[in-house]
């Protein structure tokens, strides 16, 4: 029971590259959300996805796309990193519907560093 | 607007003290109202949520939170605190009807032996 797999873990890259960030769940849920964690700032929405072939943008969209061509699969892209785009990524994912109250469930994250 | 505040950076108790966490909230309608734990290298990991009913709800390793209506607050308590409580905590709410969970800044709790 793997729940939600963030890929990869850990990733260093140069200013100006790109780079795709992969999260996958296999509870069949609905939304599918994508957070950065920064110090002090706590987790900020980036973009998320109320289901397959769906996206809409959340609190800091800018500098990131996003992709949601499988129910299972949420893909978070930086076309061109910044510096500022160091972040710890998080996703997330949960039920829809008369099940919303129901929690989040997150990935473990992956921990980007843009030189 | 949601929001969620979490006054408080960080909060130290002795071990076997009763701790609070802190957080209050405002949305436009009724809130959906979490509290998650996050361990080093880790995601969030659930404890509790107040939906609807008795405003008491008790959660996973002990962890209880009171919903106040009147004053928009959902704290976080634990009546005996030990040193493996110690991590970041996070309050989150989701206006009912709205896609979006919303969270605290976060707050840093150290168990002292």
């Known amino acids: 029971n793997a729940g939600v797999t963030q890929t990869p873990k850990f990733r260093v890259l140069k200013t100006g590259q790109s780079m795709t960030l992969l999260c996958a769940q296999d509870m069949n849920h609905e939304y599918m959300y994508w957070y950065r964690q920064d110090p002090g700032m706590g987790l900020r929405l980036i973009h998320y996805?109320?289901?397959?072939?769906?996206?809409a943008k959340g609190e800091v969209p800018d500098g990131y796309n996003v992709s949601r061509l499988k129910k299972q699969n949420f893909l978070l892209g930086l076309e061109s990193a910044a510096p500022s785009q160091t972040s710890v990524y998080f996703c997330a994912s949960s039920y829809s519907g008369a099940l919303s109250n129901q929690p989040q469930h997150f990935g473990d994250g992956t921990r980007l560093s843009i030189l | 607007a949601q929001s969620v505040a979490q006054p408080e950076d960080q909060v130290n108790v002795a071990e076997g003290n009763p701790l609070t966490v802190k957080c209050t909230y405002s949305v436009s309608g009724n809130p959906y109202l979490f509290w998650y734990v996050q361990y080093p290298n880790r995601g969030l990991q659930f404890l509790l949520k107040y939906i609807t009913g008795d405003n008491l709800v008790k959660g996973s390793y002990g962890f209880e939170a009171e919903f106040n209506k009147s004053q928009t607050s959902f704290h976080l308590k634990k009546p005996s605190a030990l040193v493996s409580d110690s991590a970041l905590y996070f309050c989150a709410v989701r206006d009912r009807g709205d896609d979006k969970i919303i969270f605290g800044k976060g707050t840093r709790l150290h168990i002292l032996p």
């Open positions: 996805s109320v289901g397959e072939g769906t996206t």
